[in-house]
């Protein structure tokens, strides 16, 4: 089947210790996402890839950084992560825009960040 | 000004009863689609169903369905005869016009509860 998968799904880190999430896909979509989701919270987009086309947030911090070496992957780096750092990472896809489409994103499972 | 408001932060409903979960938009742009996505304790989006702007009928999807008022820019999700597997957060989102499309805004969530 068709996925958007995320290694590892639980992550325990140590405060200021570098972490790098992962994301693949075999959707073949053009666009990929990152978002961090705190709990009982809405995601938060970080930044997304269209292709090797890179945009990221206003207000994602520097402390956030992201590789898309192919169409298929991709990677959350976190430099030195704080406690507030904490959360779920969530990895999505989607194609590019198609008129009459819904252009919905499709969510990986999720990485559940813990930093000590 | 927030570009999605969903007003419930938890909802109860009996088990086999339809509910209604309430989300409101703001937008300039004619051009956009509304999205509502179910997100269970695991941590997974799941697509659940999509209007777009233009469609001249409310979205459909088995027990799902969209009610889509253009002038009050509401987007409510009816979930008819629920299930107890239907218990979750549910998230309306929006992608806005054909300019930076692919960035979706998301309410903070409904937390549904259904009971047996």
């Known amino acids: 089947d068709a996925m958007v998968i995320q290694n590892p799904r639980y992550q325990v880190t140590q405060f200021g210790k570098p972490v790098t999430l992962s994301c693949s896909q075999t959707?073949?979509?053009?666009?990929m996402y990152w978002y961090q989701q705190k709990s009982s919270q809405a995601p938060k987009l970080l930044f997304h890839y269209y292709d090797k086309d890179f945009n990221n947030e206003a207000d994602t911090p520097d402390n956030f950084q992201s590789r898309r070496p192919n169409t298929s992957f991709c990677f959350l780096d976190i430099r030195s992560p704080g406690l507030g750092d904490a959360a779920m990472y969530l990895c999505?896809?989607?194609?590019?825009?198609?008129?009459?489409?819904?252009?919905?994103?499709?969510f990986g499972p999720g990485t559940r960040l813990t930093v000590l | 000004a927030q570009k999605i408001t969903q007003t419930q932060p938890g909802m109860f409903v009996q088990e086999k009863e339809a509910v209604t979960l309430d989300c409101t938009y703001d937008?300039?742009?004619?051009?956009?689609?509304l999205f509502w996505y179910k997100q269970p304790s695991s941590g997974e989006m799941i697509f659940l169903i999509y209007?777009?702007?233009?469609?001249?009928q409310n979205a459909t999807e088995g027990r799902y369905s969209l009610n889509f008022q253009k002038a009050r820019k509401s987007a409510n999700l009816v979930i008819s005869a629920s299930q107890l597997g239907d218990s979750a957060m549910y998230f309306c989102a929006m992608r806005e016009g054909t300019h930076n499309f692919n960035k979706f805004y998301f309410g903070s969530g409904t937390k549904l509860n259904v009971k047996p």
């Open positions: 959707l073949n979509h053009n666009v």
């Open positions: 999505a896809t989607s194609t590019r825009l198609v008129a009459g489409s819904g252009n919905e994103q499709f």
């Open positions: 209007q777009g702007s233009y469609d001249q």
């Open positions: 937008t300039s742009d004619p051009s956009y689609g």
